[in-house]
Each structure stands twice: as C-alpha cells, then as structure tokens.
C-alpha cells in the first residue's frame, strides 16, 4: 500500500515538473517573441529601395530649307521580340492577327519569322514610332488575353511569362525629298553600338556639320516608384532632359531648287553632257539659293552607278575654265593702270607664235581694242596684253581673286585647284596660257566667288549655303556672312561690268540676253586632260549675272563633256538663260519693260 503510494506521488512530481518544463519553455518562447517584437520595432528598418529609370535616345537634328521644308531628319525605330515558347498554341493565329493589324507587317511574314527557331526571335528590326506605341499597349492586351502562358525554369524551378517585348532600337535617316539638293545634302552611314543604331554624316553637310547635327544628350529619369510602377519625381530622383542635335537651316529654298534641277535635267539630255552644274548667288546676301547637279542620287538607296555621283562637284571636280578668266585678266591689267579699254591691239588675223606654241583665234581680227578681246574672246589678244604683268603681280592677282584657296565654309573635301607660281607665271609661253584660262585649274565656287567682284563694286563675297542653327530650345544661331574682300577698284569693277554686259549684247553669250533684266557674262570652252594629254572632250562654262532695279545675282554653269556643241554658247549660256527664266517665275527678279 504505502509502495502503491510512493509510485503515485512519483507520477504526480513528474508530471508536475514537465509542466512546469512546458511553461517555463512557453515563457521563454514568449519573451523571445517579445523581444524580437520590440527589436524590429526599435530597430530603424532600411526598406529596399523600389525603384524606376526611363530612358530615351536623344535624336539627329534636321536640315531645313530656307522655306522651311525639311530636307534630312531621323527618327526612331525599335525592335520587336518575342519567346515563342511563351506563346499558348492555341492562340498563335490570335497573336498574329493582332501583331500583324498594329504593326502593318503581313500575317504570313510575321509566321515566317515567329517559327525561324526555337526562343527568342525578332519580328521587326525596323517599327516605326507610332506603331511601337500602339504595339506597347497590344502587350498589355496580349497578357489579358493569355495569349502568353507560363513555364517553369528548369534552374530555379519558379514560375515565369515573357510577353512581346517592343525595345528601342535606334534610329534611321529619313529625305523626304528623295534627290532633291544631292550631293550637297551627303548622305550618312549606321554604326551600331551597345545594340542601338546611330547615324554618322559621310559625304555633304551631313559630314561638315557631324558634330552639330549629333545627339547631344540622352533622356533619363531614375526615381523611387509608386504603386502604379510610375517615377516619383522628388529630391531623390536623377532626370535629364533629352538634347537633340541642332537642326540646321540653309540659305537654298525648295521651290527654286527643285526648277532648277529638273531644268538641268532636261538640259543634260538635250545638250549629251554628262553632268550640268550651276551656282547662284544673292550679292546682297552672300546667300546661295541654289546648288545644283543633273547627277544625283537617293540618299537610302544608293547603288554602284551613283558612286561618280557621290561628290558635290561644285567644289569637288576642278578643271581647266577657259576663256572666263579672261576678265580676270583683264582687270588686273585694268587696275594697274597697265591698259586702256580703248587700246588696240595687233590679233594678227587669227594666228600668233609664241615660242613653238602657235595661238588661234575663232574670229579672225587685224586689229581690235582692248575691251573687244572680251567680248570677242580674243585668245591673241589677251595673250599680248598679259604680258604687261610681271610674274608675281599675276600670280598674286589669281590669288586675291580667290583661286586655289577655299571657297566657302560650309562644304567639305574641296579641290582647290592650283595656280603656276610666279616663276613660271614670269614666262611668256605661261602667262599667255593662263590668260586665257589654261595651266590652272578652279571650281566653279571659286568662280561663282571670282565673278562676285564685277556685280559688287570690286569686292569679293564668300557663298554661305547655311544660314543659321536651332537648338533644342528653339533658339537661334546666325551664321553671319564673311566680310567682303575688296579685289580691285570699284572703278575698275564697274567697267568690267559694262564689258561683260556688252559681251552678252554684242559677243559670245547673245543667246543669255533677257528683255528688261541687266545680264553679264563670259563664256568659257576649255579641252579635258586625260593621262596628262588633252583629248578632243571639253568643258563649257558661262559665268555671269543678273540683276534688276533692286536684286543682283551672280550665276555661273558648267557643262562636263558636251556632246552637241564644244562652244559655251549653244550649251553652258541656253542653260544659264533658263535659269535667269525660272528665276522670274519664281519673283527673284523683275523685269522692267520700258515701252
């Protein structure tokens, strides 16, 4: 009984002392409860940093025309990718159809591209802007749908969906005018990096101006995010605003350029050239409003045959000119005093030995004044006279006159030509040759610069073909013209002036002569080089003016390898006059008509 007892007793202890075990563990588990309740209460918790970054590529600039059309600009494009594994089979004809509708790219071409492999595939390199903003509202649409379905990595085991993916990917040059101001617009070629796109200027103001027209900086915001996954703007937030390249506006407007060109079009095939190029000038101004070639080409698209095309021969190609730079002669002589317009001089009926070098002239003269070598053309004649200039005089004289320098700022890659230097300027042989426009070679900027002298009192004028930058706030830089050089007298200018204007009423560019208009000019025929020896294929020019009561214009054409005539006459002067035409129609100039 009392064993019973002791054994009970026993029982009850331990019961007792593991419920006492229990509690004093329950307490202990609740005071360390407590404590890490009052820890993390206590304790400053640093909450993960939730956070969103916009990104946007800052663009190209624009080139504009004087009447504001816009000539070159770029604009976006993104890539359009998709996991086809994602894709729920049976909603594939679902996702193409409504792909297909927001991308305007065929159903059918879409197919071809989404079963090309197994994964990541690109549907499109090249969506424009506006369709990737209604395809990134499709994405939404196509996970409503579920259109997409979820897979498990295989590596992590979790759960994961990938839908339509639209990315920027960069960006494309865009002419909206095709050939319109080719080559002098250039063209720019792709570089990728860091998988974007960019342009790069290669040829034209594309190249000169590379540094302007590039993105400046790039659109950024990073920010704490809400609940909508949108960036709070505050203290903590990082933005810069997007800075794109300056648009560039030019001194040439659309509506006299693309007359010009489609009469240089018609000109080349009625004359068989092959190119025609003309320049005019506003003397006013200094501003150039037109620049043109019949050979052009498509920026986007240009093809083995274009490749002669590719340089702005207006300062790219330099050749032999001929008899326009006879008043040029003429007025170095002139200005010195050496001369007078009424001199006469022995043309020796057409035929004149110099050395072994044996001169001819087209019209057959005994005698004939000085200012007649001009209008007449006299190869004898300004031979004879050109050697009143001592080597250096005539050779610093081509210089003044701007030849073999630069002609404008605002193109690149120029040929500047060459000159005899003034050793062999101080022979006869070559100073009669360079009289009349052989052994040295010029552009027709250099020319269109030259003849600027005579329609602006002696003073040489710099063409400008840009006329002033905008930035990205819209604020305006002017490129301000280059300060007239003063050439010869104004005395000096003004009878050359008159030569030249009696050279259209009475000589070789009759056929440039315009009822009511001031008209001037030379005309030019000089044989090509080939392999240093001259062959039976010629240049033509005619640089001149064209001026009424309140506007003057310097305007030159060059004609490469005529085949319908080897005289200026009959190609270089017809084009300059429908030139002089389109000008009128296009209220350039006015015609006074006196009754």
């Not at 504001?68 to 604009?75: C, Q, W």
């Amino acid at each position: 009984m009392q064993e019973n007892q002791f054994n009970n007793q026993t029982e009850i202890h331990d019961k007792n002392s593991k419920i006492v075990a229990i509690f004093m563990l329950l307490v202990v588990i609740f005071i360390i409860f407590l404590f890490a309740m009052l820890f993390s209460v206590v304790k400053p918790r640093e909450l993960p940093s939730i956070t969103a970054k916009y990104t946007s590529k800052a663009q190209r600039g624009n080139i504009v025309s004087a009447d504001g059309y816009t000539l070159a600009t770029s604009k976006k494009l993104y890539k359009m990718v998709v996991d086809n594994r994602f894709i729920d089979p049976q909603k594939e004809e679902l996702f193409l159809s409504l792909v297909s509708i927001y991308s305007k790219i065929p159903v059918e071409e879409l197919r071809t591209r989404l079963h090309r492999r197994r994964g990541n595939v690109v549907l499109s390199y090249s969506v424009a802007q506006k369709e990737a903003k209604y395809l990134k509202r499709l994405t939404y649409e196509l996970q409503r749908l579920h259109v997409f379905k979820r897979l498990k990595d295989p590596k992590t085991g979790m759960l994961l969906l990938h839908g339509l993916s639209i990315r920027e990917s960069g960006e494309t040059r865009l002419y909206p005018y095709g050939k319109l101001l080719t080559p002098i617009i250039g063209y720019p070629h792709k570089i990728e990096s860091h998988n974007y796109t960019t342009i790069e200027g290669i040829k034209g103001l594309e190249k000169k101006f590379n540094e302007e027209l590039s993105a400046q900086q790039d659109a950024k915001k990073i920010g704490p995010r809400d609940a909508n996954g949108y960036i709070i703007l505050n203290s903590k937030s990082d933005t810069k605003r997007q800075i794109n390249g300056v648009d560039i506006h030019l001194t040439i407007p659309v509506s006299l350029q693309f007359k010009i060109e489609h009469m240089l079009d018609e000109m080349k095939q009625y004359i068989g050239a092959k190119e025609i190029m003309i320049a005019i000038m506003d003397i006013k101004t200094s501003n150039i409003l037109a620049l043109a070639s019949s050979n052009r080409y498509l920026p986007k698209h240009i093809r083995r045959s274009d490749y002669p095309s590719l340089r702005s021969g207006m300062t790219e190609y330099s050749f032999e000119p001929g008899s326009v730079i006879k008043p040029i002669t003429f007025s170095l002589l002139l200005d010195k005093g050496l001369i007078n317009p009424y001199d006469l001089v022995n043309a020796h009926n057409g035929r004149y030995r110099i050395g072994r070098k044996v001169i001819t002239d087209e019209h057959r003269f005994d005698w004939i004044s000085a200012e007649n070598i001009i209008v007449y053309s006299s190869n004898i004649g300004i031979a004879q006279l050109a050697q009143k200039l001592s080597g250096y005089e005539f050779y610093q004289g081509l210089l003044d006159f701007g030849f073999a320098q630069k002609s404008t700022p605002d193109l690149i890659y120029e040929r500047r030509g060459s000159i005899p230097d003034q050793t062999r300027l101080n022979n006869e042989l070559y100073k009669a040759t360079t009289s009349y426009g052989y052994g040295l070679r010029v552009n027709l900027m250099q020319l269109l610069r030259a003849y600027s002298v005579f329609n602006n009192n002696g003073a040489m004028l710099t063409p400008r073909i840009v006329d002033y930058f905008v930035d990205g706030k819209g604020k305006k830089e002017y490129i301000p013209p280059q300060e007239p050089i003063q050439v010869i007298k104004p005395s000096t200018a003004q009878r050359v002036k008159k030569i030249l204007i009696k050279t259209v009423l009475k000589g070789t560019g009759k056929k440039a002569i315009t009822p009511g208009l001031e008209i001037g000019g030379k005309t030019g025929t000089a044989h090509k080089v080939e392999k240093g020896k001259y062959v039976s294929k010629y240049n033509t020019t005619f640089m001149g003016f064209a001026n009424d009561a309140k506007h003057r214009y310097t305007i030159g054409v060059v004609v490469i390898e005529p085949t319908i005539s080897q005289f200026a006459s009959k190609t270089a002067v017809p084009t300059f006059k429908k030139a002089v035409e389109i000008m009128i129609e296009e209220g350039y100039l006015h015609p006074q008509i006196i009754k």
